[in-house]
Nanobody, 126 residues
Framework: VQLQACGGGLVQAGGSLRLSCAASVRTFRPVTMAWFRQAPGKEREFVSAINWGGGGTYYADSVKGRFAISRDHAKNTADLQMNSLNPEDTAVYYC????????????????????WGQGTQVTVSS
């Protein structure tokens, strides 16, 4: 299974972007899909996760109220709608899938995810 992330770009502060992550195998059914981000010189950090079956969601405090994660079973995609972006959101964004569910429904550690997309750059100018 390969994950393909797209939708990044350059946006001004206060603007919006929508990221999308597609799984290459139509029958792929992860337990959880998530988005992480990594800014230059920093560790990869958790942004948001969605339970593939039930649709429950979880957000990092830094994006709560501004970002919204969703999934589409028919398209096999997980999207991240990002609103009210600010320069601190600048990072490479990675989608990830947890196929085993060992660490619960909304794991926030990178170790919990066994599939990763290639990353898409999001740059927010002030």
């Amino acid at each position: 299974v390969q994950l393909q992330a797209c939708g990044g770009g350059l946006v001004q502060a206060g603007g919006s972007l929508r990221l999308s992550c597609a799984a290459s195998v139509r029958t792929f059914r992860p337990v959880t899909m998530a988005w992480f981000r990594q800014a230059p010189g920093k560790e990869r950090e958790f942004v948001s996760a969605i339970n593939w079956g039930g649709g429950g969601t979880y957000y990092a405090d830094s994006v709560k109220g501004r970002f919204a994660i969703s999934r589409d079973h028919a398209k096999n995609t997980a999207d991240l709608q990002m609103n009210s972006l600010n320069p601190e959101d600048t990072a490479v964004y990675y989608c990830a899938a947890d196929s085993k569910g060992i660490y619960g429904l909304f794991p926030r550690g990178v170790y919990a995810y066994d599939y990763w997309g290639q990353g898409t750059q999001v740059t927010v100018s002030s």
